[in-house]
Nanobody
């Protein structure tokens, strides 16, 4: 089982930027993808971005395309999410996770039912991001 620890959350004004980091312990070549997810108060957890490990492709949900960027430093076992031009609706607890079903197509992996269902993967504890207008 992997251990994931997020950091970098905080408060930022709309239009600003923030960088979240996720350090993954126990990372092996069997870990095929790492993702960032978020959960706003009263809402289900949703996907934000996904990267396939060791230089693989990255994917984004429509609401963050062109604003958020996921990156990998494999040697440091660190996965970062650069958040630019943030909006108040980006306010949420942000989590990184190692999904178990990385072989699924992105749109199938990132459904809310799958993300919030049992056995999705290993999760971190989360880091809060608050965007003020």
């Amino acid at each position: 089982q992997l251990q994931l620890v997020e950091s970098g959350g905080g408060s930022v004004q709309a239009g600003g930027r923030l960088r979240l980091s996720c350090v993954v312990s126990g990372l092996t070549t069997a870990t095929q993808c790492i993702g960032w997810f978020r959960q706003a108060p009263g809402q289900e957890r949703e996907g934000v971005a996904l990267v396939y490990t060791r230089g693989g492709r990255s994917y984004y949900v429509d609401s963050v395309k062109g604003r958020f960027f996921i990156s990998e430093d494999y040697d440091r076992h660190t996965y970062s999410l650069d958040m630019n031009s943030v909006k108040p609706e980006d306010t949420a607890m942000y989590y990184c996770a190692a999904p178990r079903l990385c072989g699924l197509k992105f749109n199938s992996l990132f459904t809310r039912d799958r993300i919030n269902g049992p056995g999705f993967g290993d999760w971190g504890q989360g880091t809060q991001v608050t965007v003020s207008s």
